[in-house]
C-alpha cells in the first residue's frame, strides 16, 4: 500500500494539506493514525486518502474535544486495540487517551511492535503500553 499510486509532480499542495491534518489532529484524535500513515509521501494515492480523511471531517464537525475548566480533576483512561488489523503484516494497532473528566490530556494511536497471537494478547498489550505511558 505504501508504494501505490503515482508520484505527484508538484507536491505543494499534498504538503500544504498534510500541514493542515496534522493541525487539526489536536481537537480531532481519531484522525492521528491515519494522517501519520498516509500523508508520508506525495503520491496521488496518498493525497487521494487525505481528501478523504478531509471528507470524513467535514461530515463530523460536531465531533471533536472540547476544553473547559473543570472543579474536580480525576484521571481517566481509555485503551483498545484491534486484533491484527493490517493485512499486510497482521500486526495490531492500539489506541489509548487519558482525560480529566472532560479534557483530554494525552492520547496515542499507533500500531504494536510485536504481532499478537488473539485478541486478549493485543489487549494487554495495549493496556501495558498505556500503563507505561502514565508513568513516564
Request: net charge positive.
Amino acid at each position: 500500500m505504501k508504494d501505490e499510486g503515482q508520484s505527484l509532480k508538484d507536491a505543494m499542495m499534498f504538503r500544504q494539506l498534510v500541514g493542515s491534518l496534522i493541525y487539526l489532529t489536536i481537537t480531532r484524535p481519531e484522525i492521528c493514525y491515519s494522517v501519520g500513515v498516509f500523508m508520508h509521501s506525495p503520491t496521488t494515492f496518498h493525497l487521494d486518502a487525505g481528501k478523504r480523511i478531509l471528507r470524513y471531517v467535514k461530515g463530523s464537525l460536531s465531533h471533536g474535544l472540547w476544553y473547559k475548566r473543570c472543579a474536580m480533576y480525576l484521571l481517566g483512561k481509555f485503551t483498545d486495540a484491534n486484533w491484527a488489523g493490517d493485512s499486510n503484516d497482521r500486526r495490531s494497532t492500539l489506541g489509548n487517551c487519558f482525560s480529566t473528566r472532560s479534557p483530554v490530556v494525552s492520547w496515542c494511536s499507533k500500531k504494536q511492535d510485536i504481532v499478537a497471537l488473539s485478541t486478549i494478547e493485543a489487549e494487554y498489550i495495549a493496556a501495558t503500553m498505556a500503563a507505561q505511558e502514565l508513568v513516564d
